[in-house]
């Protein structure tokens, strides 16, 4: 495990930059990739992680040249890639009547960012994935499994849930891993104000799920895992 290399997307902060740091860090040996959309957000992760370890990159997962190239500088940099973390993502606020937001308009930069984001990097990084037999998380949420009321952010998890599904079967026969990672109520920035009264994960419990499946013998794909608080309802 010394030398595999981990990309992590929306690494500037919450589960991207905790999973980033346990990756990094003493016993777990991963060199990371550190995208966010600008790598200046991340240089000092990069640089609290060690210039031998970690490279900051700037890209917008919505931008296909943008995390393609990311990808590629990860390549060229650390000379493979053996993991990839889908992990950027954003929460607006809905009301499909228009109670709470009346200019949709707010709302296509988070299915861009959320889906079309999260299938970029997979399309990205899969080809050198598939070069190592490598592993392709993705974050999903607990809102991707249970409806939520007036919730487009709810919708965007429902459509990675399938999108890592269909991943998964494409990938049969290359090697390479797809875990869903569904991440119930944590304590990051994307927080409602409702939700921050409520039992909250941290992001480091959810960055210990995401090594968990890292950490998994080649033989063992470990397609999902839902963490919730303890006293989460849904």
Do not use: C
């Amino acid at each position: 495990m010394a030398d595999r290399v981990l990309l992590i997307t929306g690494a500037s902060r919450g589960l991207g930059a905790a999973t980033a740091r346990l990756a990094a860090g003493s016993g777990s040996g991963f060199k990371v990739a550190l995208v966010a959309r600008e790598a200046g957000s991340v240089a000092s992760l990069a640089a609290e992680l060690g210039e031998d370890r970690a490279v900051a990159l700037g890209a917008d997962v919505g931008d296909w040249p943008g995390i393609s190239g990311a990808v590629a500088e990860t390549v060229e940099r650390f000379g493979r890639l053996d993991a990839a973390f889908a992990n950027a993502g954003i929460g607006v606020g809905t009301s499909f009547f228009g109670t709470d937001d009346p200019d949709p308009r707010a709302w296509e930069a988070m299915v861009r960012t959320n889906v079309l984001g999260a299938a970029y990097t997979a399309r990205a990084a899969l080809p050198a994935l598939a070069e190592t037999s490598g592993h392709l998380l993705i974050t999903g949420s607990v809102a991707g499994r249970y409806i939520r009321n007036a919730s487009l952010y709810s919708a965007t998890k429902w459509a990675v849930t399938g999108m890592a599904g269909a991943i998964r079967e494409e990938a049969v026969g290359t090697g390479v891993r797809v875990t869903l990672i569904n991440p119930g109520i944590t304590d990051t920035d994307i927080l409602s104000d409702e939700q921050r009264r409520k039992p909250k994960l941290a992001a480091d419990d959810i960055a210990r799920a995401v090594l968990y499946a890292l950490q998994q013998p080649p033989t063992v794909d470990v397609n999902e895992i839902m963490v919730r608080p303890t006293g989460q309802v849904l």
